[in-house]
């Protein structure tokens, strides 16, 4: 069974400052997702991760993926309070017929302050 | 381009009650999930549909909750009766297909079950 989990699961920085999220997942997969969810909203997707040494970078996030070690890392650069919120990352089951069938981390609740 | 929409995005019921959540997938997706969403934690799949097809329900209690897609666009969940361990955010997503493709989530609707 695919499980997937992030650390830390609290993060409080200051802004200006660079940190690191880690996703590990304990399967098979070359598909991973990262997303970020505000408060009471729904999930926005930020990183869309298909092979093995793919990197992405959307301002001050950067994500990567080494499916060899199973292993994403979300890394923040220069922290802005606007960054705070909480991120998942998801990797694809990837079992014969269930391909889409995304397994959550339990979140990283991210919060910058001055 | 419109998101995918979801109605109510809010419903109080008492337990034993019966409920329902509509799902409208954003136009031309052929791929529709239903997520559980508890406080504090990822989403976790419900069912996956590919165009009006169960791909995958696995995770999906059937004694209380079923789902339909007909003519493989519009959705709904049913909880009956529901649980106190209900409570949730029930989000729905959509995709262009099953592998490899992005998920696109809606508002999900907040359920409280007392």
């Known amino acids: 069974e695919l499980k997937v989990e992030q650390n830390p699961l609290f993060l409080s920085m200051q802004e200006g400052k660079n940190y690191t999220i880690y996703c590990n997942y304990s399967?098979?997969?070359?598909?991973l997702y990262w997303y970020r969810q505000d408060p009471g909203k729904s999930l926005e997707s930020l990183f869309v991760l298909l092979s093995n040494g793919a990197v992405k970078q959307e301002g001050r996030l950067m994500a990567s993926l080494d499916t060899k070690a199973r292993l994403s890392t979300l890394h923040i650069t220069a922290a802005v309070h606007d960054l705070s919120a909480t991120y998942f990352c998801?990797?694809?089951?990837?079992?014969?017929?269930?391909?889409?069938?995304?397994?959550f981390g339990q979140g990283t609740e991210l919060s910058v302050k001055p | 381009e419109a998101g995918v929409a979801q109605s109510p995005r809010y419903k109080i019921i008492e337990k034993r009650q019966s409920v329902a959540f509509w799902c409208n997938p954003i136009s031309g997706h052929a791929t529709l999930y239903w997520y559980q969403q508890i406080l504090g934690q990822g989403p976790k799949l419900l069912i996956q549909?590919?165009?009006?097809?169960?791909?995958?329900d696995s995770q999906l209690p059937k004694d209380r909750f079923s789902a339909e897609r007909l003519k493989g666009v519009d959705s709904t969940l049913k909880i009956q009766p529901a649980k106190l361990e209900d409570s949730a955010v029930y989000l729905c997503?959509?995709?262009?297909?099953?592998?490899?493709?992005?998920?696109?989530f809606g508002p999900g609707t907040r359920l409280t079950v007392t």
């Open positions: 998801a990797v694809d089951n990837n079992e014969a017929n269930q391909g889409g069938k995304l397994i």
């Open positions: 997503a959509s995709s262009w297909g099953a592998i490899s493709y992005e998920q696109y």
């Open positions: 399967t098979t997969s070359d598909r």
């Open positions: 549909f590919q165009n009006n097809g169960v791909v995958d």
